[in-house]
Every structure is written in C-alpha cells, then in structure tokens.
C-alpha cells in the first residue's frame, strides 16, 4: 500500500469525547488520567473533538483545522470499534484502553459505521497478509527460529481453526448450544481497593462456558458475577507489570476492562485461546469476520 494510500481518510467529524484520556502529545505513552464530562447526555463545547479515522490510525484534535493531534491511536493498536446504535456512541477498544464518544447527528453515524467497516476489512486482510509472511519465514528458517525460541519474548497469540477439527470446534464454542463447561480453573482478578488494606488481586474459581464466564467465591463457591461472552470484543496480554505478575491479561468488553492473572504463562496461553475463539465463532455466525 502507497504512503498516500496508507494516511487515507475514511471519515472525519466532530464528535462528543464521553471517555477519553487527557490530551498528551501524540506518540508519546498514553495517561492513565480520563476526561469524564459531568453530564454524559449534554455535549459540551470543550469536550466535542475533531476525530479522524485514517486507514493507518485514529486520531482527534481540537478542531477540523488538525494542526496538532491531541490523542493518536496506531491502527495495528486498534482491536476493535463498535457503534452503539441505540444509544449514539462509538467506543474504541485498543491494546490500553476505550475510547467512548458520542454522535451529534444520525447522518454522522452512518458515515462512521460504514468507515469502519471499511478499516477493519482492511485491518483483516493486512493481518492475513502478515501471517501468510510470517508462515513463509518459518519454513525456510525453521532452525533458526527454533535456536532463538528461548531468548524471543512470547509473540501475539492468535487463534487460527484446523480445517479438520471444524465442526468439533464450532460444537465446543457455538452459543446457540446447550450450555456447557469449556474451561475451568482458579485465577487471581484484579479488583478496586474499597478498605485501605484491601488486595488489589482476589483469587477466584472461574469457568469458561460456550455462553458465560462465570467467577465464584473460593471459600463459599456462591457465583459473584459471570460476563455475557456477547459482550466480549478481544482477550490480550495485559499491560507492562512487575516480573511476577508478567501472566496477567485483560478481558475486553463493551464496557469494562477485566485484568486477570493466572498461576503460569502456559495458563494464561490456553485462557486467550480459549476465550478468543469464544469471539472468533461468535464473528463466524454474525459474518463479522
């Protein structure tokens, strides 16, 4: 793809920022501090933005004039972006954090929607491109590769079906199937520190079904929550923590960021891949993907 083509706009409007981190200059790592409007239902002038979605990235600015981005985000960051129909917003999900703005005009939304369906058929084909490459690579230097297995950080997992496994997969992670157990274990879950003294991680009982994931108390087993696995966008390693805590990984939903931690890297490994295919069959029966 040319530069000219890379840097395309695919749609440009002004938006309402609901849940978006304070303004930093870009390309520089993004702060954990977030702009909340007080009143999520009434824009107000200093939190509508210039947003731009490019083919490469997504970006806002203070006005439609972009002399200097207040928040960019890469593409190959970006995991997903959904538009909320019912109730007019856009949320963008990427490897750190959500983005939520809300539409000011119907007729914008349609533009946005059809944007982004545009950039995440070519985000798809520019990562198939990259895995056929990458596939390439490893046939003709598979001894190298494997030499250097130990001293190469853990790469993006990515869950790909086995043509001849087809119909045991979808049986095992179809939704529409009477529910049943795919996976079950213990697992620390970050949690917000109400008491001073509080943990910051809680180890809980969790199962993956084909429909929920389910957290029960360790001691007394009772269900404290369970996650709708509709709701899930993507599964990815969690952000950069102490050495001891590098199994953790973060559960994306459409409206919440779960962090959780399992004992081992090859735990963690099998909880992606399982909770990633979970997605990728839900994307199959919705054409999604």
Same mark, same amino acid.
């Not at 429909?211 to 950069?240: H, M, T």
């Given at each position: 793809m040319?530069?000219? @083509?890379?840097?395309?706009?695919?749609?440009?409007?002004?938006?309402?920022?609901?849940?978006?981190?304070?303004?930093?200059?870009?390309?520089?790592? /993004?702060t954990?501090?977030?702009i909340f409007?007080?009143?999520?239902?009434l824009?107000?002038?200093?939190?509508?933005?210039?947003?731009?979605?490019?083919?490469?990235? *997504?970006?806002?600015? @203070?006005?439609?004039?972009?002399?200097?981005?207040?928040?960019?985000? /890469?593409?190959?960051?970006?995991?997903?972006?959904?538009?909320?129909?019912?109730?007019?917003?856009?949320?963008?999900?990427s490897?750190?954090?959500?983005?939520? #703005?809300?539409?000011?005009?119907?007729?914008?939304?349609?533009?946005?929607? !059809?944007?982004?369906?545009? *950039?995440?058929?070519?985000?798809?084909?520019?990562?198939?491109?990259?895995?056929?490459?990458?596939?390439?690579?490893?046939?003709?230097?598979?001894?190298?590769?494997?030499?250097?297995?130990?001293?190469?950080?853990?790469?993006?997992i990515?869950?790909?079906e086995?043509?001849?496994?087809d119909?045991? #997969?979808y049986?095992?992670?179809?939704?529409s199937?009477?529910?049943?157990c795919?996976?079950?274990?213990?697992?620390?879950?970050?949690?917000?520190?109400?008491?001073?003294?509080r943990? @910051?991680?809680?180890l809980?009982?969790?199962?993956?079904t084909?429909r929920?994931? !389910?957290?029960?108390?360790?001691?007394?087993?009772?269900?404290?929550?369970?996650?709708?696995?509709?709701?899930?966008?993507?599964?990815?390693?969690?952000?950069?923590?102490p050495?001891?805590?590098?199994?953790? #990984?973060?559960?994306?939903?459409?409206?919440?960021r779960?962090?959780l931690?399992?004992?081992?890297?090859?735990?963690m490994?099998?909880w992606?891949?399982?909770?990633?295919?979970?997605?990728?069959?839900?994307?199959?029966?919705t054409?999604?993907?």
């Amino acid at each position: 793809m040319s530069l000219d @083509k890379e840097h395309e706009v695919l749609v440009s409007s002004y938006l309402t920022g609901l849940h978006i981190p304070a303004a930093h200059h870009p390309h520089s790592p /993004p702060t954990p501090k977030l702009i909340f409007p007080r009143k999520l239902n009434l824009p107000h002038k200093k939190h509508v933005l210039w947003c731009v979605l490019r083919r490469n990235q *997504f970006s806002y600015y @203070k006005d439609e004039q972009e002399r200097e981005a207040l928040y960019v985000v /890469p593409g190959d960051m970006i995991l997903n972006l959904k538009v909320q129909k019912e109730d007019g917003t856009l949320s963008l999900y990427s490897t750190d954090t959500t983005l939520t #703005f809300r539409f000011l005009e119907h007729t914008t939304q349609e533009k946005w929607v !059809k944007a982004i369906d545009e *950039f995440m058929r070519c985000k798809r084909e520019s990562e198939e491109a990259g895995s056929d490459s990458d596939d390439e690579k490893i046939s003709m230097d598979d001894k190298d590769i494997c030499e250097n297995e130990e001293d190469r950080r853990r790469s993006e997992i990515t869950v790909e079906e086995s043509p001849g496994h087809d119909e045991e #997969f979808y049986t095992t992670f179809d939704p529409s199937t009477k529910e049943h157990c795919i996976k079950k274990g213990t697992i620390s879950v970050r949690v917000k520190r109400v008491r001073f003294n509080r943990k @910051k991680w809680k180890l809980f009982r969790v199962e993956l079904t084909n429909r929920w994931f !389910k957290l029960y108390s360790l001691k007394s087993g009772a269900l404290k929550r369970q996650i709708d696995l509709n709701k899930v966008v993507d599964c990815v390693e969690g952000p950069s923590l102490p050495s001891e805590l590098d199994t953790a #990984f973060v559960l994306i939903t459409l409206n919440e960021r779960v962090q959780l931690r399992p004992d081992t890297e090859q735990e963690m490994v099998d909880w992606i891949i399982s909770l990633k295919s979970t997605i990728l069959v839900r994307e199959k029966l919705t054409g999604t993907h």
